[in-house]
């Protein structure tokens, strides 16, 4: 006769075991553990927190997403319309030679009304017509007069943003979104680099130093004739804003003047 060997026993599944034991008889007795909640006041307060929080930070994701949509619709404008002049020079020819008309077929510079020949509807839809139109994708086209009686050549894109054209097709007013180019007059004077931006397309040379700027090349960042070459003289003025950021790689600096 031989007594049975005992069974070496484990703390900790015993232990266990009880524990499950004690946990089902509770269950069984319809004893249900209370669960943890939220008491009115703790609600209310983590919702302050976080409506503090949003106040502080919401501003600056907005100012950040400004930003982000401004140089990626600026980049594209510029390349887009860079792209469609080296297209219209396979037809064309070198846009140096362009036809930008500035005065009538008998040299004059305005016409019977006094209104310059480069600001008439005549003048911008011949070249628009004949330099772009079969090269630059645009959801609708519209002519709009000034209080001066200029007219200019709107270009709205697919992807609401449009551009402004005039002065015979040489200056470019472009705009984040279509709707600021309604009012003329006040978007020139108070979006002009932050909703709106200038740009200039003189191939042939322009006066003072944008001669030398924008000689023989395509549609660039305008600059005012006063413009000293340097950066910090593209400061003195909002139209020249958009050089500012062609100079970063097309992003806003961080030292940017206005608020996007």
């Not at 929080?53 to 401004?70: D, E, H, Q």
């Amino acid at each position: 006769f031989s007594c049975p060997k005992k069974e070496k026993v484990n703390k900790e599944q015993t232990i266990s075991k009880v524990l499950s034991n004690k946990l089902k008889r509770k269950v069984r007795g319809n004893y249900v553990p209370r669960k943890a909640a939220f008491t009115l006041a703790e609600v209310l307060i983590t919702l302050g927190i976080i409506g503090v929080v949003a106040a502080m930070t919401l501003p600056t994701l907005i100012s950040n997403y400004n930003k982000s949509v401004a140089q990626t619709k600026l980049k594209k404008f510029y390349t887009t319309m860079n792209q469609a002049i080296l297209l219209s020079e396979n037809k064309n020819g070198d846009k140096k030679y362009w036809n930008f008309i500035t005065a009538d077929e008998n040299g004059n510079s305005t016409n019977e009304d006094g209104i310059p020949i480069a600001y008439t509807k005549e003048s911008l839809e011949n070249f628009y017509n004949k330099y772009f139109k079969d090269y630059v994708k645009v959801s609708k086209t519209k002519f709009r007069t000034n209080s001066a009686g200029k007219v200019s050549l709107d270009l709205y894109f697919a992807d609401g943003s449009a551009v402004s054209v005039s002065y015979a097709g040489a200056d470019y007013f472009y705009c984040l979104n279509g709707k600021y180019l309604e009012d003329a007059i006040k978007t020139t004077e108070t979006l002009t680099g932050q909703k709106c931006f200038m740009f200039g397309f003189y191939p042939k040379g322009a006066g003072g130093v944008r001669g030398k700027y924008f000689k023989d090349r395509g549609i660039e960042p305008y600059i005012e004739v006063d413009w000293d070459g340097s950066r910090d003289g593209l400061f003195l003025k909002r139209t020249n804003y958009t050089k500012l950021i062609q100079l970063n790689g097309w992003e806003i600096p961080k030292d940017y003047p206005l608020k996007l």
